[in-house]
Each structure stands twice: as C-alpha cells, then as structure tokens.
C-alpha cells in the first residue's frame, strides 16, 4: 500500500512539472501589438543585436552575431550559411538620426584571442574618464564555437574607433556564461545560465527541469574567481545601480528579477524578489534615472522555435520599463509588444532622450520614438 501511495505521489509531482513547463511555453496566450511610437530598423545590423550598455553620454557598444555551443545544428546551419560574424557596434543615441559603426578590433600577437571564433552576447563597460579621453573598459562574453566560454577584455579607444584585446578570462566557475557585469577596471560579475556544459542530455534535463543550478560567479585580481550567488534557475541579464550598491540578476524560466544589495567584500545578499510573468532575457540601466528597460520573451514557445530555424519561425518581442526606488522595484510598464514582424526575440532595450532601442538575439536592431510618458 505504502509502495502504490508512493508511486502515485511520483507521479502527480511528475504531472505538475509537466504542467507547469507547458503552461510556461505560453501556447494560451495573446497579445496586442502596441509601441511607443513611430519605429524603424537599422539597416547595418542585420543577424542580432544580443546585448547593449549606454553611457550617460548616449554612446552605445552592441553586440552582434551571437551564437552559443548549447543551440541546435539548425542554428549553427544558418550561422554559417550567411557567414555571420561576431561583431561589436557603437552608436551615439543623443544624434538626431543615430549612426551605427562596426568597431575593429586590435589584437596583439601573443593573444589566444581569435576574431573568427568571436561569438559576442553580454557587454558591460567600466567608464575610464581620467585621462580626459574615453579609454573605457569593456567586458565581452565570448562563446566561440566547440571551446569554453570565456570572457573578453577590451580598451575602447575613441580616437581611432576600435577595441584593443586585452585580456581572455578562462574558468571552470564560467560554465555556460550569458552576462557580464563590470565593477571595476580588473573586477566583474557573470551568470551562468546552466552549469551543465558537455552533455545536450543533461543540459536539456537541467534547462526543462527547472534545477536551480545557475549562479553568478565574482572575479577579482586579488581574489580570483569565487561563486556569490547559488540557487537560481536560467539566470540571464545582470546589471548594477549608479550608485554600486544593488545588482539586478534576470531569470528567464522562472520568469523573475532578484535585487541584491552589494556588500564591501562583492559578496550579494538577496533584498528583493520581483516576478515579471514573462521570460527576461538582458537588461540594460537607464543612465539617467537609474530604471532597468528589460528585453523579453512573452511567448516562450515561438522563441525556442526562433532559436532552432529563425529564417522559419518569428518570435514576439516584449519590452518593460522596470522603475527603481532607493534600489528595489516599485512597478513594471510594459513599454512596447510586437509579434515579430518589425523584431524579432527582443533580448534588450534602453530608453535615451525619448529614443526606445531595442536589440534581438539573432534579428534586426530598432528605434522607436518614445511618445507616451515614462
């Protein structure tokens, strides 16, 4: 008897993973398209707009051409057979028109840095205004083709409009990276949003089975690589307050954002849970009022199905405005819905001078002007 109650207890636990997951995929839902107004796409980036950070003085770096080891061979088809590059962009969203330049970038010879396995996703840049001119710091995630990822140090160098490699950081504790965060000239935080990297069976068991797995690792010149947050599930975008003393990390399946307050030794200590009833991907910091735009995917379904044959399948794209309050989260304002037509998988988005930019994992980038009060 005990052995049949057992069993059955198995199996409704079983039964409502297996419900919850397909209620996440979201085949039940609908939206309707709306916008903040007048929109385009931006003609020079064609296969992504992954990840972005915007300075306070509007200059944007954009990463583009993203592909990870953990996508399917349809993917990596299509990666291939439009020779997509990975690449770095800059714009500045205080012109009128912004204009977008892809950054070159320098290597020096003694390097394992290799710009034709440069995958780039998550960004984030240290500003370096000391020397009058803007060497800022920039922190690439990196996940070339059939090796680990890693993470990318490059110096901007405005005078001459490129990126000089500094640095390649390798670990075990970066497992499948998605986001970077800088914290300083020589400091970042990375999520990893599996820990599982060799197996596809164990990283789809890991993924769809919900295991609070991921984490968000530290790493500091004295201190090495150490783990600072365990215990999430699908852990995306990360990105810190002006002031340094909050960091927001994203979760896509779990559908939530988690604030921690930043302690002197970088450690996190949770302060907030915020569910956001959709699927975050990146975020990015209004450099002026501090608020998180988010790029997500309201449809969970259309996006895995994006993600397997995108010249096939569209995704819906979903951008919130998130406002910020001495650090926590007051209230979410979804800021723009489109079903996939003008972009497609939204990944990330920024609001500068009523300008709306929105970035995708592997379509177009766009502009819309932003007409509606934030």
Not at 168 to 180: A, E, N, P, Q, W
Not at 332 to 361: H, N, P, Q, Y
């Amino acid at each position: 008897m005990y052995g049949r109650i057992a069993s059955f207890s198995i199996l409704l636990f079983a039964l409502q993973h297996v419900i919850r997951l397909i209620y996440s995929l979201g085949y039940h839902l609908h939206y309707y398209q709306h916008y903040p107004g007048p929109c385009y796409q931006v003609e020079s980036i064609e296969f992504g707009s992954g990840n972005f950070f915007t300075l306070p003085d509007g200059t944007t770096f954009i990463t583009s051409g993203l592909s990870m080891n953990i996508l399917s061979r349809s993917y990596q088809s299509h990666y291939s057979r439009n020779n997509i590059s990975g690449a770095i962009y800059c714009m500045n969203l205080r012109t009128q028109v912004p204009v977008v330049s892809r950054l070159a970038i320098k290597v020096s010879e003694d390097t394992s840095f290799r710009q034709d396995k440069f995958r780039p996703h998550g960004i984030s840049v240290w500003p370096n205004y000391d020397t009058g001119i803007r060497h800022h710091v920039v922190y690439v995630v990196n996940h070339p083709p059939k090796e680990a990822d890693r993470i990318e140090k490059f110096v901007y160098d405005p005078e001459e409009n490129l990126l000089r490699h500094v640095k390649t950081f390798t670990s075990s504790k970066l497992r499948v990276v998605y986001d970077v965060l800088a914290i300083g000239e020589d400091s970042f935080y990375a999520t990893n949003f599996l820990y599982e990297q060799q197996s596809w069976f164990t990283m789809l068991l890991e993924l769809f089975s919900l295991m609070p797995w991921s984490n968000v690792v530290l790493y500091s010149e004295s201190g090495g690589y150490r783990t600072v947050v365990t215990g999430l599930t699908s852990a995306t975008g990360i990105v810190m307050s002006h002031c340094g003393m909050f960091v927001y990390v994203l979760m896509c399946l779990s559908s939530e954002i988690r604030v921690y307050k930043r302690q002197e030794d970088d450690s996190l200590i949770l302060q907030q849970y915020y569910p956001l009833h959709t699927h975050p991907d990146g975020a990015v910091l209004d450099p002026v009022t501090g608020d998180l735009f988010v790029g997500a995917h309201p449809i969970l379904h259309q996006f895995l199905r994006h993600l397997d044959k995108p010249w096939q399948h569209k995704a819906s794209s979903q951008v919130l405005h998130i406002r910020v309050t001495n650090g926590n989260i007051t209230s979410v304002t979804e800021l723009l819905f489109d079903e996939g037509d003008l972009i497609s998988g939204s990944s990330a988005a920024v609001v500068f001078e009523k300008k709306l930019l929105v970035g995708s994992f592997i379509d177009k980038l766009v502009i819309c002007d932003v007409n509606v009060p934030i």
